[in-house]
């Protein structure tokens, strides 16, 4: 299975390479390098946001979460996607016209806050928050897939060397190719994802005879898999809100996915995209159900290592089982190369200067980054899908004052409001790691903390004459 | 007109958005009634990721930008 793993493997680098080589252009300005030059289409845009959006975490979490869990995973994950896209549609517009009349260069919503709030603060802390729960969602993201590897070839090399590997071939094709080098492979990461994921699903789903079958006997085996809150009591009304708050602020928070909504072409390809990419997510996510509700019935007590060592590689066909961790590695990569670039753009959005230099040293950024994620990647826990949800949520506390910073005519007045969104980044890290509750009463401190913070920016763009990005004006196109 | 109807698909969104917290899409501790052998909270919740992915569509049909 290695050699298969070996002869398809440098297939799939070949196919980067090229991607690679196509992508690479004669101008070098930052604009080019790292927005695609702001004119990407419908197409391209659908599978950069898929292969960004859609990471190890749907592969590996989800059918855990489903297995562990139940249905109450599709209400977590699938209708807050859902909310998400149509989140995408109704303020990315406001979102791309604020920047637009601005009359700056936006790189990166950390710059483009510093100049709403015309402080340096409001930048930092944009990075910063994008920082601090970035850096770990890559790193499990790698550390899931290379974990994964190791189990199926034991022995064969070490996990460090695995990590390595995936890192220095996403440096190189973001180094040389930029932005549109990350889209182009995600394109062909994307299909791999979803074709991989589907077979997957359906060899499971006919191993259990079809979809009602398949929910009869997950009702043999735990009934309240079927439901609300789940065997373990999680889905519960407040864990199921923060995450919904948390995803659904994913396109204007997290770097990554932002940057894509500013570099489409057009409202009208954006549009598109949004519509595009909710189908994109049911697809993605339904046959993670199917694979996660096999779990339930057959590897109902495995860990969640050997669950999904079992039902994605050793149940299935060699090549199939290679397709997996191909599909695996596509999808850590193309959401951890997009997220390092993503932090590497905010870089460049502070950075004043000769745009040369400014890129230079933003290539450089780019590399730490990536070398903080590997060394990261080898301590990190292993807990993928609850990492995640508190990468979204922590991001998610920058939506108040990013919010603040587009809706707001006099954004400058709050210029406490970057300082409160840095208090409440680190009494959420404080609760995280138990130091201080993380619940008051009943009511989880993270909840509390988004609220609040989204009460008192909605309170201070009132008070500081707030207004909807007028659509009036003249102009569209980025 | 446009504008009414774009303003009517927030409303939807927004009902939709406090549904899904309420018994009506998660019944806590039920899954029936079934459809086609598929609990409750499944079915319901795919249906409703189909309703959003409609009005999503129809937004983009009736966004106020869209004629930029």
Known sequence: MLNLLLIIGTLYVLALVYLTWIARDNDRSSANYLMAGSNVGSFLGLFTFAATLFSTFTILGMPDFFRVHGVGAWIFIAVSDMFMVFGILMVGYYVRRKIKESNTSYYGMAGFMQHCYRSRTAGIVVFLGAFLFLIPYVAIQIKGVVLFLDQAFPNKLPIWLWASLMLIIMVIYSELGGLKAIMYSDVLQGILLLLVIWVIGIVCLNRLGGVSQMFEQVHRVDESLLSVPGPKGLFDFQFLLGSLIGIVMIPFTQPQVSTRLVIMKSHHALYRTAVALGFFAILVILPTLFIGMYGAVHYENDSTADFLGKTLITDQLPLIGVLVLLGLIAAAMSTADSQIFGLGAEIRSLLKGEDDHALRSTRGAILIFAVICLVF???????????????????????????????SKEAARCSWMPWLTMLAILLFILSSFNIIPNKLGQIRTDLILLISLGGIAVIAGYGSGSRRVSGKSQGANF | MRRKIWRLTIGLVLLLLLLTFTPFVIPMGSHHPHLFGIPYTMWMGFAEALILLALTYLGTKVHPGRDE
């Open chain 1, 377 to 407: 990647s080898l301590f990190s826990p292993d807990e993928l899908v609850l990492l995640a949800r508190l990468s979204f949520t922590g991001t998610a506390l920058l939506a108040p004052m990013i919010f603040l910073g587009i809706f």
